[in-house]
């Protein structure tokens, strides 16, 4: 996956040029982006943006399938100025509950990996909040639903 911060302003442009998104099922004011990927598995990226400026966002990946668990590799960012704000938290927590609520009767079980280096102190303090018992020392956060 690549790193979800230097996505930002290509998204913000995507998003100005039309690319298809909707709005969150249960979360009225996030946007969805369903693409494929080259490998034919899907990214699903969920996005808090007001006036056309990203403010934060969150990637998941389909990466496997094994009987009726599915996996994503998850990656998420908030932009530069709007970070320390718990934003990318929040979209991280919108975006499992809105991936979830979507592949309801599709899989039975959901497996969400996220790949965090120790020395980001704000991504390990976000998996912290998300992940029920986060490992105090991880470079992986893997949470099941």
Do not use: W
């Not at 979800?4 to 998003?15: G, R, V």
């Not at 809105?98 to 009767?105: I, Q």
């Amino acid at each position: 996956m690549v790193d979800p911060s230097t996505t930002i302003p290509s998204l913000e442009q995507a998003l100005r040029e039309g690319i298809p998104s909707q709005p969150g099922t249960l979360h009225r004011a996030v946007k969805v982006i369903a693409l494929p990927t080259p490998d034919g598995n899907f990214r699903f990226t969920y996005v808090n943006v007001q006036g056309g400026i990203v403010k934060a966002l969150a990637m998941f990946v389909s990466s496997d399938r094994t009987g009726d668990t599915t996996f994503f590799d998850v990656g998420y960012a908030s932009a530069e100025g709007f970070r320390g704000q718990g934003l990318a938290t929040e979209i991280v927590r919108q975006g499992i509950e809105e991936l979830t609520s979507g592949l309801v009767g599709h899989t039975q079980e959901l497996e969400f990996t996220a790949v965090v280096s120790v020395d980001n102190a704000a991504s390990m303090a976000i998996m912290a909040k998300i992940c029920p018992n986060p490992p105090k020392q991880a470079l992986m956060f893997l949470l099941s639903l």
